[in-house]
């Protein structure tokens, strides 16, 4: 798990950081473990706590200004402090020219250091955002995930069971299409999951008798999405007679993925069901939950008031 110093750089996001390597080519396939960053202060005298050594190390003003101030004997103190911290890199903000010093530094002990014109506070800000989107735990899953109104519906069942003709059905409608087949899941802090494609399929679709199609190609770019927050779950099942549905909606199953718990459903297959107007009910649903609104509750309150005697408040 993490990151290499060297992936950072090769991503085309380091450009909109305007990351830049100066020194430490050597080191690049150190590690970052983690999102957090850290700008040191003074830690750099050894006086504190030692620095983080899963962090990028972001060095401004006040540490370079620092560093400039010492003598050679309390620089090299410092950069043995550094050197025990084994520490992923080092970031030089607002277009300081790192000094000589920590350029031979970097180089000796193969420590990669990056410099960029963005200020602290916004490079953290952004670096933060990558890592964690990098960082992030994940996991594949099979089945199909498609944004009906803002609500993102994971799509399950066996294979064969109509999840790439429902959802086609779906983008029919004007709904879009996030990924077939092979959904990348993402829990991004606290506990959202996010899904997406794999890139080698992005935006195909596997129809049985048509073969592979482009859903960007044939609907255009509307009907699609790079990703999307996950919402709720509908697993597809063939229909068996003998089988226990849920028919009033009164208790909500869940479905745990990557410890986070969403909606559950499973909707049964049969000749003649149109599952593409029961996943876009379920999501106008899943709508109307979230603004606090529960039809099956709010009609077993209406019963239970009528066995009671009570008139229902029209609303």
Request: with cysteine; aromatic share 6%; glycine share 8%.
């Amino acid at each position: 798990m993490g990151v290499t110093v060297k992936d950072i750089l090769a991503d085309e996001y380091s450009s909109t950081l305007g990351l830049m390597l100066a020194a430490g080519e050597n080191g690049l396939e150190r590690k970052v473990l983690t999102s957090r960053i850290q700008k040191p202060g003074l830690l750099l005298t050894a006086l504190l706590e030692e620095l983080h050594s899963d962090r990028l190390q972001i060095f401004g003003a006040a540490e370079v200004g620092y560093l400039k101030s010492l003598s050679e004997e309390k620089l090299a103190e410092s950069f043995s402090h550094i050197e025990k911290s084994q520490i992923p890199a080092i970031v030089v903000t607002r277009g300081i020219e790192p000094p000589e010093f920590l350029i031979a530094f970097c180089e000796e002990k193969a420590v990669p250091l990056l410099r960029t014109a963005l200020s602290s506070s916004i490079l953290i800000e952004g670096i933060t955002k990558y890592l964690e989107e990098k960082l992030a735990p994940s996991i594949t899953l099979h089945g199909v995930f498609v944004d009906v109104l803002g609500v993102g519906i994971l799509l399950m069942g066996k294979s064969g069971i109509g999840k790439s003709e429902c959802a086609l059905d779906l983008v029919a409608r004007g709904y879009r299409l996030v990924a077939d087949d092979v959904v990348i899941i993402k829990r991004m802090p606290p506990s959202t999951l996010f899904g997406s494609a794999t890139d080698l399929i992005r935006y195909h679709m596997e129809i049985r008798g048509l073969g592979i199609v482009n859903i960007k190609d044939l609907y255009g770019i509307t009907a699609i999405r790079e990703r999307k927050q996950m919402d709720i779950v509908i697993e597809l099942v063939k229909w068996e007679p003998a089988g226990e549905y849920e028919r009033l909606g009164f208790e909500e199953s869940v479905y745990e993925i990557l410890g986070v718990e969403l909606p559950y459903s499973k909707v049964p297959v049969s000749p003649g069901r149109s599952m593409a107007t029961i996943v876009e009910v379920a999501a106008r649903n899943q709508i109307l939950k979230i603004m606090g609104h529960h039809p099956a509750r709010a009609l077993k309150n209406q019963l239970d008031g009528a066995m009671k005697g009570v008139k229902p408040v029209k609303t």
